[in-house]
């Protein structure tokens, strides 16, 4: 069966750095785009950045220069990396397996990801 | 950027009842919409794919319609099961969600 699992997450005090990960499992990790959304504390879902099956990334213009998406085949791990935080960027952070370009059937749990001094 | 709104951002159903969410994307986005279902404490369930395709598992009481920029999500016979916020997503142009609907029980 199809597994995403995010780790990584914590309290960050704003201006630090975090990385995030996306373990996949039950399908060829390699072949698939993926994506990252966030959710803030009793908001809606926005989202974040995508990185294609070769490599290829789009961020949304709020993390555009801040974050970085990557992904290792080898480790079937997808990965965030978030600088330069902010208070907004307070969330719950999902990784999701693309379908034609958008977050399709299968996300993970999410991490909580806090930024506050 | 293309951008969704979505509503209303809140709805009042009773069991049995059909209602209707709307999205307007601020430019044609061709049907490529998708809408997913999320309750509390749990990732988004996808429900339905280009306009009104409906993903595998989802009952047929979920329904999409529109073209252009406008589109609708239906349920009709509204259950205890379906309360939940709901959400447009457009992918014609990178990805926009909606604001969301949160649907409770009248």
């Known amino acids: 069966a199809v597994q995403l699992v995010e780790s990584g997450g914590g309290l960050v005090q704003p201006g630090k750095s975090l990385k995030l990960s996306c373990s996949a499992s039950g399908f060829t990790f390699s072949s698939y785009g993926m994506h990252w959304i966030r959710q803030a504390p009793g908001k809606g879902l926005d989202w974040v950045a995508y990185i294609s099956s070769s490599s290829g990334t789009v961020y949304a213009d709020a993390v555009k220069e801040r974050f970085t998406i990557s992904r290792d085949n080898a480790k079937n791990t997808l990965y965030l990396q978030l600088n330069s935080l902010k208070s907004e960027d307070t969330a719950i952070y999902y990784c999701a397996r693309s379908s034609n370009n958008y977050p399709g059937g299968y996300w993970g749990q999410g991490v909580m990801v806090t930024v506050s001094s | 950027d293309i951008q969704m709104t979505q509503s209303p951002p809140s709805l009042s159903a009773s069991l049995g009842d059909k209602v209707t969410i709307t999205c307007q994307a601020s430019?044609?986005?061709?049907?490529?919409i998708a809408w997913y279902q999320q309750k509390p404490g749990k990732a988004p369930r996808q429900l339905i794919r280009?306009?009104?395709t409906l993903v595998s598992g989802t009952p047929s009481r979920f329904s999409g319609s529109g073209s252009g920029r406008d589109y609708s999500f239906s349920i009709s016979n509204v259950e205890s099961e379906d309360i939940a916020s709901y959400y447009c997503?457009?992918?014609?142009?990178?990805?926009?969600f909606g604001a969301g609907t949160k649907l409770e029980l009248k």
């Open positions: 430019q044609n986005i061709n049907k490529y």
């Open positions: 997503l457009q992918y014609d142009n990178l990805n926009t």
């Open positions: 280009y306009t009104s």
